[in-house]
């Protein structure tokens, strides 16, 4: 036991350069405690306690903490006076399991805890109690969590510590924060700019351009078409060579007949 730490130093070591106030988780498991008046007082603000398997025998003397929403006392010598408990009215999480608790009516103060939604009593031997969780249930109305089961005996995933695992792993898949560009997120960039290539529109005014070449074409190819044959006007004195040729022949076949 001469290695096993104190509580004092498990508090100094955690709370090392924050003002009381402004503490909000301590995790004090497997300390050496023997007493917890005037240790927790002071954090008004704390919201998370963890003081399991720290040797307590006794709540006597248990911290007003307004503001703690989940404690952790497994695993302690704890048969009864949970009742120290009532000062804290916010408590949503409470986990007794491993302790001597016998019978019912040591849980019984935990009914004034009216926002109490997770309650762990297993290894405890009020757990082996004819319908014990029925009777539990039945004792604390804003149960919806018994040694991990719900009133229908449906095992209850731990959604009450800020979000489940699956958010977790959907919010590393999915998200890379705000500040952040991703690869996804470039190469969408890049075929954005081929979609844009595709639906390029000519700026105002190239139409008309375009619209006067096609119409000059269209006039020159027009004028290949209707352009005049230009025929050549024949040498007048290879006319009449040609008809002086035509008249000898003609004689000199009225001779020959």
């Known amino acids: 036991m001469e290695n096993t730490p104190t509580l004092a130093s498990i508090i100094d070591v955690q709370t090392k350069g924050s003002k009381p106030d402004e503490v909000h988780d301590l995790d004090c498991s497997g300390c050496a405690v023997t007493n917890l008046s005037d240790v927790f007082d002071k954090f008004t603000n704390l919201e998370n306690l963890n003081l399991?398997?720290?040797?307590?025998?006794?709540?006597?003397?248990?911290p007003v903490l307004p503001n703690l929403?989940?404690?952790?006392?497994?695993?302690?010598?704890?048969?009864?006076?949970?009742?120290?408990?009532?000062?804290?009215?916010?408590?949503?999480?409470?986990?007794?399991s491993g302790n001597p608790?016998?019978?019912?009516?040591?849980?019984?103060?935990?009914?004034?805890?009216?926002?109490?939604?997770?309650?762990?009593?297993?290894?405890?031997?009020v757990s082996k109690i004819?319908?014990?969780?029925?009777?539990?249930?039945?004792?604390?109305?804003?149960?919806?969590?018994?040694?991990?089961?719900d009133r229908n005996n449906q095992p209850v995933e731990d959604?009450?510590?800020?979000?489940?695992?699956?958010?977790e792993d959907?919010?590393?898949e999915g998200g890379h924060g705000d500040d952040e560009v991703g690869l996804s997120y470039l190469q969408k960039s890049d075929l954005g700019d081929d979609d844009d290539s595709k639906d390029y529109e000519a700026p105002e005014g190239a139409d008309d351009d375009d619209d006067e070449d096609d119409e000059s074409d269209e006039e020159d190819i027009e004028e290949d078409e209707v352009k005049p044959t230009v025929v050549e006007e024949p040498n007048l004195g290879e006319l009449r060579r040609g008809r002086k040729r035509k008249q000898e022949a003609t004689d000199e076949d009225s001779n020959q007949n």
Do not use: R
Not at 90 to 95: A, E, G, P, S, T
Not at 138 to 148: A, E, F, N, V, Y
Not at 159 to 167: A, P, R
């Open 52 to 62: 399991s398997s720290v040797g307590l025998s006794s709540l006597s003397g248990f």
């Open 69 to 96: 929403t989940e404690l952790d006392l497994s695993d302690n010598k704890i048969s009864g006076g949970l009742q120290e408990l009532e000062n804290c009215p916010k408590l949503v999480v409470l986990n007794l």
């Open 101 to 125: 608790i016998k019978d019912l009516s040591a849980i019984k103060p935990l009914a004034c805890l009216t926002q109490l939604q997770s309650l762990d009593l297993s290894e405890c031997e």
């Open 130 to 149: 004819e319908d014990y969780q029925t009777k539990v249930f039945d004792l604390i109305q804003s149960l919806s969590s018994l040694d991990g089961f």
């Open 159 to 167: 959604e009450l510590d800020g979000g489940s695992d699956e958010d």
């Open 170 to 172: 959907s919010e590393d």
